[in-house]
Structures are given as structure tokens and as C-alpha cells.
């Protein structure tokens, strides 16, 4: 709780300070919804929370450089855990809350439309398995602390002040803390667990 408040005291600090800088930027508030390759359960099927701060910068006519600070909501979601008659208690829910920053570049493909592209660095501020009977005790954090990925999205501006924002993003290092306990990081029986997550968000202009 006490990263999260100090996330947001920082937000309200960087948004203070765009209009004193050569940057443009604003708000970000929208939803993601998510699911993690390699825990035997598929679908985007997670919905969570996303909600923070950017700023951008134009390059030239066509490009221009935006970096985020966001707190989103990740992991992935047993669509048969309440299921009364297929109850799965082994294929447990995941939870997973982290600060990226996503770091874009955007390619401007008509007056209200770009393409965006890039990578986020992600950390962890809380992770955990969940089945029926609640929270899974762990001796250690079942995941590691950081997660980097790669973004690809569609940015369409609504009006002067809001956008519409939808993004893929991936994660390129396996982010369960068993997946590092082998020799090495990738084997035949066990490629590790990532983060795949699908956004739609508001941006609103300063």
C-alpha cells in the first residue's frame, strides 16, 4: 500500500511539472485485461486496473517519444474455479500488481491515428497464487521482482484533449521465480511463465 501511495504522490509531481517542461502529457486511466503463457490456462481472461501518467515529446513531423508511469494489474483468471460442477482447485488464479514504465515510440499515420511501439520495464509490487480456499502461502515471492516486455498499440485521437489507446504487450523474460531454479533459464520440459496483456485506455491531454 505504501509503494502505491508513493507512486501516486510521484504522478501528481511529474503532471505538476509537464507544463513547466518542452513536453506534452497527461493522465492515463483504463483497464487491462491479461493472461500468463505457461500456467496451463489460456485466455485473457484477468481484468484489472490501469491507471497513471505520461509524457511525450515529437521527434519531427511523424515520430514523437512517449514515456509512462503506470500502475497496472496483471496475472490470469481460472474461468472454472466457481464452476460447481468442474471445481479445479490445482490450475490456481494469479495475482500480479506492478509500476512500468513503458517507454513508446509513435509513428503518426494520419491526423488521428498512430502507431506505437517499444519496451516496458516492470516492478513487482505484489504477486501471489490464489484457488478456492484463498491466497496460497508462499515461503518466498513466487515471482520475480521485474518484468520487461514489448508494447505494440493504436493510439486514435477522440478530441484535442482525449485519446483512445489499445496495446499488446509481452513479456520477453519468464517472470515465476521457478522458472529460474534449473541451470538454465529455458529447458525442454520448461520455458517459463510470461505476461501477456491486452489494454484499453483513456489518454487525457494537459
Known amino acids: 500500500m505504501k ?12 503532471i505538476s511539472n509537464i507544463q513547466a517542461q518542452n513536453f506534452g502529457g497527461g493522465i492515463i486511466l483504463g483497464l ?26 515529437s521527434i ?13 494489474q496483471k496475472g ?12 479445479d482447485y490445482d490450475w490456481a488464479d494469479i495475482f500480479l500488481s506492478y509500476i512500468e514504465v513503458p517507454l513508446l ?16 520495464s516492470g516492478y513487482l509490487i505484489d504477486g501471489y497464487y490464489t484457488n478456492l480456499s484463498g491466497k496460497i502461502p508462499n515461503e518466498k515471492n513466487p515471482f520475480i521482482s521485474y518484468d520487461i516486455g514489448l508494447c505494440l498499440g493504436l493510439d486514435y485521437k477522440y478530441s484535442d484533449n482525449i485519446s483512445l489507446n489499445t496495446r499488446i504487450c509481452n513479456s520477453v523474460l519468464p517472470i515465476g521465480s521457478e522458472d529460474y531454479s534449473h541451470t538454465t533459464t529455458y529447458n525442454s520440459n520448461r520455458k517459463g511463465k510470461y505476461n501477456s496483456v491486452l489494454s484499453f485506455a483513456l489518454h487525457f491531454n494537459l
Do not use: R, W
Not at 4 to 14: D, E, M, N, Q, T
Not at 105 to 120: A, V
Open 3 to 14: 509503494k502505491k501511495f508513493a507512486l501516486f504522490i510521484f504522478c501528481g509531481f511529474l
Open 76 to 87: 490470469s483468471n481460472n474461468p472454472k474455479m466457481n464452476d460447481v460442477e468442474h471445481k
Open 32 to 57: 487491462s485485461t491479461s493472461q500468463v503463457g505457461g500456467d496451463d490456462l489460456g485466455g485473457f481472461n484477468k481484468a484489472g486496473l490501469l491507471a497513471g501518467v505520461f509524457a511525450n515529446k
Open 60 to 72: 519531427s513531423p511523424l515520430l514523437s517519444f512517449q514515456m509512462e508511469m503506470t500502475f497496472i
Open 105 to 120: 515510440l509513435q509513428y503518426k499515420q494520419s491526423e488521428t491515428l498512430k502507431i506505437e511501439g517499444g519496451l516496458l
